[in-house]
């Protein structure tokens, strides 16, 4: 789409500044050098242009998709994702008109279709280690017992009281800040101190107490630690340390003592001593604790619980989240106990896969280390495919330690299956969705409940933390292997029913134009929800694709289209009418991602089997032969395309009629691709006698009748007449603006078109700051990244070196490419059309070398991506070229330009404007290497041709015969 347009605009802009610069026919040999230093410099915007590619993204949402898959209009040209060329201002300051109307040939002809493959969570088991174990020993005989010692007569043994149960892990990574910020939150006092860690179940809540307590053991007489999931269990844990206190004064006494009467003496020798630290492990709610926390005065208590919330009553609250990436692949690899060995990429990906969860880590490298043969690879695959089995920690045993993971959550679950039955099946629902960032208004009508009834069970869920809220409570994350645990737990039916619910609330809340601008936050925050959970066939997928196409985001739309085309090829067959349609939305969404040359041979691959299927003059089959034809042009041979649509064309009116929406569209096509094949007087020619007709048919405002008045203005610019074609735009963009409104994706097109024909016209100045006006608004409609987006930084970048200020569009290329290669790839086609504009304008900013150092270094890249003949390769080269000649190798600029223009002539054609542009370039080159004489005889021989392809007043012609008055002057030695 991008190389012919290229061309054509990139002879004009040359055109525009040669003219002044050897107009004068008095020039002294040195100031011609210097006229020609010029001269030069408007060549090299050559480079800038090429950033054209940039620019195909411009209309894309003129589009108008059907109700189902099957594929619109054969419209290659029009604004939508078919076009060729969209309305977006091109980078190297040109901006391309809409081409042609109607709707678009879009994927597989038609706007978007295609759907993903359902993307299922893996099952993975997963849960909290429980620590601590409070046994309670009990009599039938109390009155027999003898009583418990006073509380002043027990002090604690001078080497200390310590009731941990276990040593703390040896492998202890990422948390040493927690670890730090419990110290001084619990020496803040006075009174009682409580801290409280709270977190899911695996997140290292207990670690981290435990690490705590076993470090600062020290700096305590008496240190414990108590189970605390029920009252009962702190009860019992009490209990016992009441036994253990007493065990050297009263060991009878402290054997026999029940729990109630133990755990009361624990509680009142606490209050009488500061010293101490008490650790209650995994408890499940604050209330149970206040009865104990309400009878003490000193000392310090450190609480782990699942459960986020109620604890801000009784201390400082310490969210504990999952691992850093680099801390989890430490611990993992410190676990399997081989960093040197493993492969860390290997390591890492199973880290993520496993949430960077530090529990679920330590099972996965003691399963690894213990399992003959394994590594992380191979883990990771049997993790996948068998979660509940792949958790356990050691595969020769079978024991709860070994499955706590799972363990915990069944626990978890059990007890908000009691609570609210109806949270444990939105949970269900829940875990079919992605991870992170639920909006909770999708969840509302689960089950019939309003409102008010999913916020009460999302809060049970939320205490529990199997969710997590955001701030303001109006969204959702659960995490990933809370969601595996949960969907594994299921049969197979019930799975069913949850994935079912899930998608029909999903596709509830999905708003209903996916191409209005507004509704794109909203299916942002959706998209991967979507891809999670919604079937490949459903209409609700196919509205996310058409939010990918209008939004600009053509690498997703290609990867969620290749699933469903997967999906269709092995459900339906590879020649079903829908796969078919799939296969073609994938080609098309290829081509839209940047790759041409790919998008046209699927096209080519998919044609015949369309005609053997469909017939060769089915609606579908012709759409597929338009997007071949466009494809074809878009992948550098814009002859071949012009010549496809005009085969096409006489079959098109037949089946269609002469003044059908889908002929107009066709002829619209071909006017396009006889301009980008290098005619675009015959561009123009053809879009005036189209418009007419369009007007006749569709109504002088409707879209397509303004999308072909804009055609017209721009080929009417790209054949010589920018003036005029500032003025069209001028006229048109108030129009636009009443049918579209001020801020249409069209409507800024047009604002860009008009700022591109002003400066072409010869106000740089004017264009820059159009461009600046308009980049804000760019930025606000579709997002500072959106393709449309980028153009316009890229207009503006470049007309402000047009402008005189080649250091500021140096700065402003350079500070937009890395946006490019993030948002396209590092060798996208409009990544590297932002490389070529920033060493173009490194050139112009006065450094030759840099801008040759450059272009050398593109041209490899170039080549690999587009091939070695495709236009913009072309183009690299001739920019290659030009700035070795501007290093002062004019020798060598030349043998460049001689080994350049027979390819420019085979592939483009002997009189194509950038064919003509290269034998221009090679007579300069040619004079400034020493040899006048030839430099005027080719002068000589190019002027008529110039004449005759392009008219004797254009600027290429007025330049021409400028250059070659001047070296005839040179070649006769006159002054």
């Known amino acids: 789409m991008v190389a012919a347009v290229v061309v054509a605009v990139s002879v004009l802009a040359l055109a ?26 408007v060549l090299s915007l050559f480079v ?17 998709p059907p109700s189902s898959d099957a594929p619109a209009a054969p419209a290659v040209s029009s604004s939508g994702p078919g076009s060729p060329v969209v309305g977006g201002a091109m980078s190297g300051g040109m901006v391309v008109g809409q081409v042609s109307g ?150 009878n006494a402290a054997a026999q003592a029940p729990a109630e009467e133990a755990e009361a003496w624990a509680l009142a020798w606490l209050a009488a001593h500061d010293d101490w630290l008490v650790v209650f492990d995994n408890a499940a709610d604050a209330e149970d604790l206040q009865p104990c926390l309400g009878r003490l005065r000193a000392g310090h208590v450190l609480v782990t ?3 986020a919330v109620g604890w801000q009553d009784v201390g400082e609250v310490l969210q504990l989240g999952v691992l850093p990436q680099a801390d989890a692949v430490q611990l993992l690899l410190e676990v399997i106990g081989a960093e040197t060995t493993v492969d860390r990429a290997s390591a890492g990906e199973l880290a993520a896969e496993l949430g960077e969860l530090p529990l679920a880590l330590k099972q996965a490298g003691a399963y690894i280390a213990a399992t003959p043969g394994m590594d992380p690879a191979t883990y ?64 509302t009508g689960f089950e019939g409940g309003d409102a008010a009834v999913i916020a009460d069970a999302l809060g049970v869920l939320a205490s529990y933390s199997m969710i997590n809220r955001s701030r303001d409570g109006r969204a959702v994350s659960v995490h990933r292997l ?103 939305n ?51 041979d814009a002859a071949r395309a012009r010549d496809q649509f005009a085969a096409l064309l006489p079959v098109r009116e037949r089946v269609s009629g002469p003044e059908h929406r889908q002929m107009l569209t066709a002829r619209a096509n071909l006017a396009f691709w006889t301009g980008r094949a290098g005619d675009a007087v015959g561009a123009r020619d053809q879009f005036a006698a189209l418009l007419p007709v369009r007007e006749r048919v569709s109504g002088p405002e409707h879209p397509q009748t303004l999308t072909d008045r804009a055609n017209l203005a721009r080929w009417t610019g790209e054949a010589g007449d920018a003036a005029r074609a500032r003025d069209q735009f001028a006229a048109l963009l108030p129009v636009r603006e009443r049918v579209l409104g001020p801020e249409h994706p069209q409507t800024l097109t047009d604002r860009a078109n008009l700022a591109r024909w002003t400066g072409e016209a010869g106000d740089a100045a004017r264009a820059r700051d159009q461009f600046a006006a308009l980049l804000p608004v760019r930025e606000r409609v579709l997002g500072p990244e959106h393709p449309e987006a980028l153009t316009a930084r890229a207009n503006l970048a470049f007309w402000t070196g047009r402008t005189g200020d080649a250091v500021g569009a140096r700065g402003l290329f350079a500070a937009l490419l890395p946006i490019v290669e993030r948002v396209s790839g590092p060798e996208h086609p409009e990544t590297l059309t932002a490389r070529a504009n920033l060493a173009g304008w490194t050139g112009e900013a006065g450094d030759a070398v840099g801008a040759r150092d450059q272009f050398a270094a593109l041209l490899p890249v170039r080549e690999r991506v587009s091939g070695p003949e495709h236009p913009q390769t072309l183009t690299d080269r001739a920019n290659l070229a030009f700035w070795t000649g501007r290093t002062g190798d004019a020798v060598g600029a030349r043998d460049q330009y001689a080994a350049l223009l027979p390819v420019r002539e085979r592939v483009s054609g002997p009189e194509h404007p950038q064919t003509l542009t290269a034998r221009a370039n090679l007579a300069r080159w040619t004079g400034r290497a020493g040899d006048a004489v030839g430099a005027r005889d080719q002068y000589a021989a190019l002027l008529p041709v110039r004449e005759r392809v392009l008219g004797p007043e254009h600027p290429q012609t007025l330049t021409a015969r400028a250059n070659l008055a001047f070296w005839t002057k040179e070649a006769e030695g006159r002054p």
């Open 48 to 64: 800038g242009i090429a950033g054209l590619a940039v620019a195909g993204v411009g209309l894309l949402r003129q589009q108008t």
């Open 102 to 251: 109607g709707t678009t040939a879009g994927p597989g002809g038609a706007a978007a279709g295609g759907q993903r493959a359902v993307a299922v969570a893996g099952d993975l088991t997963a849960g909290m280690l429980i620590t601590g174990d409070g046994a309670t020993i009990t009599t039938t005989a109390a009155q027999m017992r003898p009583p418990l010692p006073p509380i002043g007569a027990v002090e604690v043994p001078a080497a200390g009281l310590a009731g941990l149960p276990r040593r703390p892990a040896g492998v202890f990574v990422g948390r040493q800040e927690q670890l730090e910020r419990l110290e001084p939150a619990l020496r803040s006092g006075p009174g009682v101190i409580t801290q409280a860690v709270v977190g899911l179940g695996g997140i290292g809540k207990s670690e981290l107490a435990l690490q705590y307590a076993h470090r600062h053991r020290d700096a305590y007489r008496l240190v414990w630690w108590i189970t605390a999931e029920t009252p009962e269990q702190i009860q019992a844990g009490l209990a016992e340390l009441g036994r253990a206190l007493c065990a050297g004064v009263a060991s």
């Open 380 to 443: 990771l695959g049997l993790l996948r495919t068998t979660p509940v089995r792949a958790l356990s920690a050691d595969p020769r045993r079978d024991t709860a330690t070994d499955r706590v993971v799972a363990r915990v959550w069944q626990v978890t679950c059990a007890r908000i299956e009691q609570i609210d039955p109806r949270a444990m099946r939105l949970l269900q629902a829940l875990a079919c969705y992605a991870p992170d960032d639920l909006p909770c208004e999708v969840l």
């Open 482 to 584: 809370v969601q595996a645990v949960t969907l594994a737990a299921l049969p197979d039916d019930a799975r069913t029913i949850a994935r079912a619910a899930a998608a029909d609330l999903l596709q509830a809340a999905l708003p209903d134009d996916p191409e209005r601008i507004s509704s794109w936050p909203l299916y942002a925050r959706l998209l991967p929800h979507a891809q999670a959970v919604l079937d490949a066939g459903s209409d609700a997928m196919r509205a996310i694709l058409n939010y990918l196409g209008a939004s600009g985001d053509y690498r997703s739309a290609q990867a969620l289209q290749h699933r469903r085309y997967t999906v269709l090829h092995h459900a339906r067959g590879p020649e079903h009418p829908q796969t078919l349609t799939a296969q073609a």
């Open 305 to 307: 619980s699942r459960r």
């Open 586 to 636: 994938l080609a098309f969404w290829t081509g839209r991602a940047g790759d041409a040359v790919g998008a046209r041979d699927q096209f080519a691959a998919l044609l015949p089997v369309r005609e053997r299927v469909s017939g060769p003059e089915h609606p579908q089959t012709l759409t597929d032969r338009a997007n071949l034809a466009r494809w074809t042009g878009e992948a550098g």
């Open 16 to 41: 525009t500044g040669l003219v002044g610069f050897f107009a004068d026919p008095l020039h002294l040999p040195d100031a011609a050098l210097d006229v020609l230093d010029k001269r030069a410099s």
